[in-house]
């Protein structure tokens, strides 16, 4: 089976290179950017209604290698798929982030902790109902 993926647009942000970036971009004020290509623009109908959203990126800079690791905030060994390590198979960021400003094609949040240049690969919306498990 093939998966093909069409990044929407790209992360404009202060974390040039590995090591830059925070260990969860929820932990810290710094603000990015989201271009969104011309071509989606259509899909950003009434995101501003939104303040927070689900960003998906692909992490390009990451080791698809790695199948175990351990997290810097507790020096436990685990399988990549009980940590949020960017290093996995498959590189697939989600962040929640705080909108700040949309302006055309251009989404201003708070918490991505995505290098610069790095794809994205869907935006989804934040439901305090579906997305907060009791």
Excluded at 90 to 97: D, Q, T
Aim: with cysteine; net charge neutral; hydrophobic share 35%.
């Amino acid at each position: 089976m093939n998966v093909d993926l069409n990044p929407i647009g790209y992360v404009s942000s202060p974390y040039k290179k590995k090591g830059d970036a925070p260990r969860q971009g929820r932990l810290t004020d710094t603000e990015a950017v989201i271009v969104i290509d011309e071509q989606y623009l259509p899909g950003l109908f009434k995101v501003e209604e939104r303040k927070h959203l689900f960003v998906l990126c692909w992490f390009d800079r990451s080791d698809r290698t790695v199948l175990r690791t351990t997290p810097p905030h507790n020096p436990v060994e685990r399988g990549v798929f009980a940590t949020r390590s960017p290093n996995r198979p498959n590189p697939i960021g989600l962040s929640l982030v705080d909108v700040i400003d949309i302006t055309g094609n251009t989404i201003r949040v708070r918490g991505l902790d995505a290098l610069d240049g790095t794809p994205v690969l869907d935006i989804k919306p934040f439901s305090r109902e579906i997305d907060c498990p009791e």
